[in-house]
């Protein structure tokens, strides 16, 4: 059978990789304590960043669709060694930012690092507390990815469930060149929610 270039392009829809939205969903504030906690202080901090910056949409340059990878065991019956699954790994993500200048994503992501890790930051007086983490349900939030399709419908959703920063980048500067400062964050999580909203024939992919 001849191939069909007309055929392939008619059927051939690419995914655009600039259109697609991601956000950043801060930790919740508890109210147990009537938000007197230093971590709900925090928590609080970040939200009100994350609320004045719309999520950081428009501050968002780049980020992927997750990978995940299968960890395998060698494994012998007999005859030849195959592997076999184990469990699955989610692989860390990279988002870049946009600065701008009243660098509220540095502000965001150096207080949440605060909440993840200890606030010597903006610690009064240095102590041994301030180098203290905090718990993992203190700190633990979603990342959101969304893709659209070139007629501006959602195509994808993927959630980043229980995620955190583990690595802000330095932001380098130079009296050499002009440019718009950039921020990388990268992100662990401990897995992932994916549900697609296309319809191919009669057959649904939404995810339920």
């Given at each position: ?97 946009l600065l701008d200048e009243d660098q509220r994503v540095l502000d965001f992501f150096q207080t949440y690092l605060d ?90 992919l939404q995810a339920t």
């Amino acid at each position: 059978m001849a191939f069909k270039t007309d055929e392939f392009k008619s059927r051939f829809n690419p995914q655009r990789t600039d259109l697609f939205e991601c956000m950043i969903l801060p930790p919740s504030r508890d109210s147990s304590f009537g938000g007197t906690t230093g971590a709900d202080r925090l928590r609080s901090s970040l939200a009100i960043l994350a609320g004045e910056r719309d999520n950081f949409i428009f501050d968002i340059e780049s980020c992927e669709l997750p990978a995940k990878n299968v960890n395998a065991i060698d494994h012998r019956y007999y005859g030849n060694i195959n592997k076999i699954a184990m469990n699955s790994t989610f692989i860390d993500m990279t988002l870049t930012f946009l600065l701008d200048e009243d660098q509220r994503v540095l502000d965001f992501f150096q207080t949440y690092l605060d909440l993840v890790t200890g606030n010597v930051r903006k610690a009064p007086v240095v102590s041994s507390t301030a180098f203290e983490p905090h718990y993992f349900d203190d700190y633990k939030s979603t990342v959101r990815i969304i893709t659209y399709s070139k007629e501006g419908q959602k195509t994808r959703q993927v959630d980043l469930i229980d995620a955190y920063p583990i690595t802000v980048s330095s932001t380098p500067l130079n009296w050499g060149q002009t440019a718009i400062g950039r921020l990388s964050v990268t992100f662990t999580y401990r897995y992932f929610t994916d549900n697609s909203f296309i319809t191919r024939g009669v057959a649904s992919l939404q995810a339920t």
